[in-house]
Nanobody, 121 residues
């Protein structure tokens, strides 16, 4: 079973930066979209940034101007560069993808295990 493996979370002071990475454990036939989502304690799961295959990216309002999503399609890897972090960014960050794992298979959603990001004031 293909897994998404995240790394890069941690503890940072407000105003600092972190870079999250997410890599698929095996080759994936076709990726339709890869992205980052987060869930803070007591809050709903929310989209942070997504990168559809082809062109275009989409950011949440809170991420615009501070976060940048990028992909290395050859490596089935997606990154999230987070700058100027604020305590409100504290959450578990999840990598997600909608992909066809093998030729002939329908698209399915895959999720990573999550990585904790904590921003101290």
């Amino acid at each position: 079973q293909v897994q998404l493996v995240e790394s890069g979370g941690g503890l940072v002071q407000a105003g600092g930066s972190l870079r999250l990475s997410c890599t698929a454990s095996e080759s994936i036939f076709r990726i339709y979209v890869m992205g980052w989502y987060r869930q803070a304690p007591g809050k709903q799961h929310e989209m942070v940034a997504i990168s559809p295959s082809g062109d275009g990216t989409k950011y949440s309002d809170s991420a615009k101007g501070r976060f940048t999503i990028s992909r290395d399609s050859a490596k089935n890897t997606v990154y999230l560069q987070m700058n100027n972090l604020v305590p409100e960014d504290t959450a578990v960050y999840y990598c997600g993808t909608t992909a066809s794992l093998r030729p002939g298979l329908s698209p399915q959603d895959l999720w990573g295990q999550g990585t904790q990001v904590t921003v101290s004031s």
